[in-house]
């Protein structure tokens, strides 16, 4: 990981109930033997908080604090484009130079699955892309389209043995930054 600025949001103040840290988690997962684990390898805290209600709005701001964390801020979320066929058919399956894809179309680099934080970004990257001509698959002939879709960063598992609300960008078991609220004591580490 590369050196970045941490948030100053000194002592604990008085009317503080929660804070709201980032943590760098590590994926330790073990798909043979069923094992499913992340490890936290760093935490950061972002912002103090005067209740402990999970509320992704003020989650999301902490995060926009954060170098590391601002894909998680407001108005952010993974946005996916990618080739398509325009209709769907059972039956149609594409190769995309690896394998077998049904209605993918990513051969070509400049048309391959990208990602973006917002839905203005990826109609821009759409928008700059010249239309998508159509191929002849034997006797058919199959046209394409750009499709979006979006992940959400917003998790919610309050379940029993869920990791409760955060934001995260990838699944629970994938290593990357998360943004959660605690409401455990921590006077003694963030005054350090």
Do not use: Q
Request: net charge neutral; glycine share 8%; proline share 8%.
């Amino acid at each position: 990981m590369t050196p970045y600025e941490k948030p100053t949001i000194g002592p604990r103040p008085p009317w503080a109930k929660a804070l709201i840290v980032a943590e760098y988690e590590k994926d330790e997962s073990d798909l043979m033997t069923d094992y499913f684990a992340t490890k936290r390898t760093v935490t950061v805290p972002l912002a103090w908080s005067s209740h402990d209600r999970d509320l992704f709005p003020e989650m999301r701001k902490a995060a926009a604090l954060f170098g590391p964390t601002r894909h998680l801020g407001p108005g952010r979320d993974v946005w996916t484009a990618r080739v398509v066929l325009s209709v769907p058919s059972p039956g149609y399956f594409v190769y995309n130079g690896t394998a077998w894809h049904d209605g993918d179309y990513d051969h070509n680099a400049d048309r391959a699955p990208r990602e973006f934080e917002t839905k203005a970004e990826a109609e821009a990257f759409v928008a700059a892309h010249p239309p998508l001509a159509p191929c002849y698959f034997g006797d058919n002939l199959v046209s394409y389209r750009w499709l979006l879709t979006c992940g959400k960063v917003e998790h919610r598992e309050k379940y029993s043995m869920g990791a409760g609300y955060y934001l995260k960008a990838g699944g629970r078991y994938s290593s990357g930054w998360r943004v959660s609220k605690t409401s455990y004591r921590l006077d003694d580490k963030v005054a350090a």
